[in-house]
Nanobody
Framework: QVQLVESGGGLVQAGGSLRLSCAAS????????MTWFRQAPGKEREFVAG????????QYADSVKGRFTISRDNAKNTMFLQMNSLKPEDTAVYYC???????????????WGQGTQVTVSS
């Protein structure tokens, strides 16, 4: 059974940075395309960024493009989200999710973490 555990959330001032991590266990991490989502209070969960199983291709939501960077280290079974120039509207619970397969997709996401809170103060 694959388990995903997020870490790195916290409270930061607007303009600051945070680096989220998603550690995987119980499976072959290099076979999974991975994705970051977020959900703010009262809002639906939204896609933030995705990365192919190899790490070669990435995708971003328009709202974070140019500020966030997704990456992964398959040798360490870990995915990252570097968040720079944070804004109050980035405040949300951030979740990592994975699917078996090489390509980024919002479907068949079988594995989910428990989430980590990111709060950006103005």
């Amino acid at each position: 059974q694959v388990q995903l555990v997020e870490s790195g959330g916290g409270l930061v001032q607007a303009g600051g940075s945070l680096r989220l991590s998603c550690a995987a266990s119980g499976g072959t991490f290099s076979r999974y395309a991975m994705t970051w989502f977020r959900q703010a209070p009262g809002k639906e969960r939204e896609f933030v960024a995705g990365i192919t199983s190899s790490g070669i291709t990435t995708q971003y939501a328009d709202s974070v493009k140019g500020r966030f960077t997704i990456s992964r280290d398959n040798a360490k079974n870990t995915m990252f989200l570097q968040m720079n120039s944070l804004k109050p509207e980035d405040t949300a619970v951030y979740y990592c999710a994975g699917r078996t397969g090489a390509a980024i997709s919002l479907r068949q996401l079988a594995y989910w973490g428990q989430g980590t809170q990111v709060t950006v103060s103005s």
